[in-house]
């Protein structure tokens, strides 16, 4: 599943960042970039310090993301998962442009009805990272949630115009109270998740701790050193869970 919101997300992203999508398949897609998405997410700081004190003619990179490896496709281009340096930048972009769109579906004259869809990143640390990605619509009128929201989405023709002649329903829940409501349904998922992987961080985190305090059996005053190490292991292995939306949306839906 992993794999698939990935897809839906970098399509959702690209889309709506004007870059053009030249080929997609089930797990990778092509895309030609804008200069701006270029610059974002690409490292390419020197070429384009280059093209802007030159005023040549930039050239954006079309890249191919894969999202989920197979050994039967023969597909060449670059791996993007959770954990890889590109998704994260990804992730900053769309904070730094502004994560909140809004669109509607591309269906003239339709009776439009509102929701707040919003991808939240859920992220595990200790020692170890786990990373997650929670995609979940709320429908602004009677309150009903759906998961797996992003791929509803992706399979709907979206626009950033409202379609000729469709209506757009007034929203009874606020957009504010829809939210909330969402961030609560992703901390109960939390409050009934397996938290083995805490426990055994702390008990490396004690084990860790206790060959330090080895080094310094029988030390009356510890050296400033000792604090150092020890605050460092807690660094390390401290068990934290953070959320955050990294994107999310109004969307007017037949």
């Not at 730094?96 to 992220?123: C, D, H, T």
């Not at 007034?170 to 939390?190: C, D, F, G, K, Q």
């Not at 084990?207 to 605050?231: A, M």
């Amino acid at each position: 599943m992993l794999a698939e919101q990935i897809h839906g997300f970098l399509k959702t992203f690209f889309k709506v960042t004007n870059c053009e999508i030249t080929e997609e398949g089930p797990h990778y897609l092509t895309v030609q970039l804008t200069a701006d998405i270029d610059k974002r997410i690409m490292n390419r700081p020197f070429y384009w310090q280059f093209i802007e004190s030159t005023k040549a003619e930039p050239n954006p990179l079309k890249v191919t993301f894969i999202t989920k490896k197979s050994e039967e496709q023969e597909i060449r281009g670059e791996y993007i998962h959770y954990g890889s340096m590109r998704m994260h930048q990804i992730f900053q972009a769309t904070k730094e442009l502004g994560s909140f769109v809004r669109m509607y579906q591309n269906e003239e004259g339709a009776s439009l009805f509102p929701w707040i869809g919003a991808n939240f990143k859920v992220s595990y640390h200790a020692d170890q990272t786990k990373e997650m990605l929670f995609s979940l619509g709320i429908n602004l009128i009677h309150g009903s949630v759906k998961s797996n929201f992003q791929d509803i989405l992706n399979e709907l023709d979206l626009t950033n115009e409202m379609p000729k002649n469709a209506y757009c329903l007034p929203y009874i829940v606020s957009p504010i109270r829809a939210i909330e409501r969402l961030e609560t349904a992703v901390e109960n998922y939390i409050a009934n998740d397996d938290m083995t992987w805490a426990e055994e961080a702390r008990k490396r985190w004690k084990r860790e701790q206790e060959i330090l305090d080895h080094f310094y059996l029988g030390v009356e005053e510890k050296p400033k050193i000792y604090e150092t190490e020890k605050k460092a292991l807690e660094e390390r292995f401290r068990p934290r869970i953070k959320m955050e939306i990294v994107s999310g949306g109004l969307f007017y839906l037949k």
